[in-house]
């Protein structure tokens, strides 16, 4: 059972562009959703993170919306960069905060065109 | 002030064989966690271990792995009796407290059984 989806499995943006990856979660317990920036042979890092007692969190030009009654947050990139080209994890947990017990999207490889 | 270490960055074993896998946390933090990333697939949690202490084990398989976070040296991560199967990244993730802090991943550890 998935516990988080994440959508688009990969996306192509023309630089300057906005980039939209969506995930749901389906536990409602889930009160700590970041994302994750990895690039190829790198572990992730840590972008931005959101708790479910706000809608929206903006750092730079990465924002995160958060739709608590229909279970869904997504990533925003304005202004998307070729530097920005990675993947891209969603995650959830219970823990608050912290690594422990994330569950992670499948991933969004994002390549940002010139 | 480096990250968190995690070596060797690749392992090799054949089949039947043991790996054992090193995690060194960032300098002032006490919290290990580990997870596991197949191709193409978002990381999975696998254990959360202060020093000493196995604090959550519940994504780790009931058979052949271990972990330990010893009070002094690195956290180990150990498969018995390898399989195809275990081929992947595993990632370990280091953070100061538990709840609500930011965690730090290293580059990971890239097992090929053969």
């Known amino acids: 059972q998935q516990q988080v989806k994440q959508s688009p499995q990969s996306l192509i943006v023309q630089k300057g562009g906005i980039s939209i990856i969506n995930c749901a979660y389906e536990n409602t317990a889930f009160d700590y959703f970041p994302w994750y920036q990895q690039f190829p042979g790198k572990g992730p890092a840590l972008l931005i993170a959101i708790r479910p007692d706000v809608s929206e969190k903006k750092e730079g030009r990465f924002t995160i919306s958060f739709n608590k009654s229909a279970k869904q947050f997504s990533l925003h990139i304005m202004d998307s960069q070729p530097g920005d080209s990675a993947t891209y994890f969603c995650a959830a947990s219970r823990s608050g905060g912290g690594a422990d017990g994330l569950t992670f999207g499948k991933g969004t490889h994002l390549i940002i065109q010139p | 002030n480096a990250g968190v270490m995690q070596n060797p960055r690749h392992l090799v074993r054949r089949r039947g064989q043991e790996a054992r896998l090193r995690c060194s946390p960032m300098?002032?933090?006490?919290?290990v966690y580990w997870y596991r990333q197949l191709p193409e697939e978002g990381l999975k949690f696998m254990v959360y271990l202060q020093k000493e202490n196995i604090i959550d084990e519940s994504g780790m398989p009931k058979e052949r792995f271990s972990a330990e976070f010893p009070k002094e040296g690195p956290s180990i991560l150990r498969i018995q009796q390898v399989v195809r199967g275990d081929s992947a990244a595993y990632f370990c993730a280091s953070s100061r407290e538990g709840v609500g802090t930011e965690a730090f991943f290293g580059q990971g550890t890239r097992l090929t059984v053969v």
């Open positions: 300098k002032g933090h006490s919290h």
